[in-house]
């Protein structure tokens, strides 16, 4: 795998395997400038198709892509359709959940035999609606018997959010308070999308949750952020079963 790219450090089974890209490398270029994955963002579509190529030429898998809407839709991951969804599972190796992200919470998820992953979208909208708790019950079986990695999205010092979406997700949990401190704006706060997806878990009885350490929109260098460019590119995390 390229030394460009990360992997999710979690104890998850030998012959599961992650991906988590970065703007590094790749053919894109202007404000895209990197390894754009995104198709739907205005970059040239050669240059798309070219890094979706080598992506894949590295990985060894075949790329389920999706058409995210920051909904709750989980769907079985299928590399020959773009489904409308925000989230995927598959228990085929050599099959990858594969999200996009720009500053969105991407989150990674297997079960403790190694059967089955998923990989979710979690933008606060998703978040707020359940998106990972929808895909944890794709998995079936003990919510115990999952384990969760977090990987880079916009950090706590960056993600400012109005006061309707703290009182949002106040109403779903009362707890949630604890991921808002106020900003220097009026009526705004920063929010903690790590702190609120592990509270969500939680309460979905998933313990077993790593990563959350990467903020995109700080690391301009590494991650491409939305919050931070607007037109930008797309960063791609893949789980993916081996035989």
């Not at 030394?3 to 992650?18: C, E, F, I, Y």
């Not at 809407?69 to 085929?92: F, I, M, R």
């Not at 313990?207 to 460019?229: I, L, N, Q």
Request: glycine share 10%; net charge negative.
């Amino acid at each position: 795998m390229s030394t460009l790219w990360l992997t999710a450090g979690w104890p998850a089974p030998v012959n599961v395997r992650t991906c988590i890209t970065t703007r590094l490398g790749g053919c894109s270029q202007g404000v895209w400038k990197g390894f754009n994955l995104g198709d739907h963002v205005g970059d040239d579509p050669v240059h798309v198709a070219a890094n979706r190529a080598e992506l894949e030429r590295v990985l060894c898998c075949r790329p389920a892509w999706l058409t995210q809407v920051h909904g709750t839709e989980v769907c079985k991951a299928n590399p020959t359709q773009v489904l409308e969804a925000d989230a995927s599972w598959t228990d085929q190796p050599g099959i990858a959940c594969t999200i996009m992200t720009a500053d969105c919470l991407p989150a990674l998820f297997c079960t403790r035999d190694g059967q089955r992953v998923a990989a979710a979208h979690a933008g606060w909208r998703g978040l707020l609606d359940g998106v990972l708790e929808q895909t944890v019950a794709t998995l079936g079986g003990s919510p115990a018997d999952v384990l969760v990695w977090l990987g880079p999205a916009i950090g706590p010092a960056a993600f400012e959010v109005g006061a309707e979406v703290r009182d949002a997700f106040i109403k779903v949990d009362p707890q949630a308070a604890a991921a808002f401190v106020p900003s220097e704006r009026d009526g705004h706060w920063l929010a903690d999308i790590y702190q609120l997806a592990r509270q969500r878990l939680a309460a979905s009885d998933v313990t077993s949750v790593y990563g959350g350490g990467e903020c995109t929109f700080s690391d301009a260098e590494r991650f491409y952020s939305y919050r931070r460019d607007g037109q930008t590119g797309r960063l791609a995390s893949l789980i993916w079963l081996t035989e």
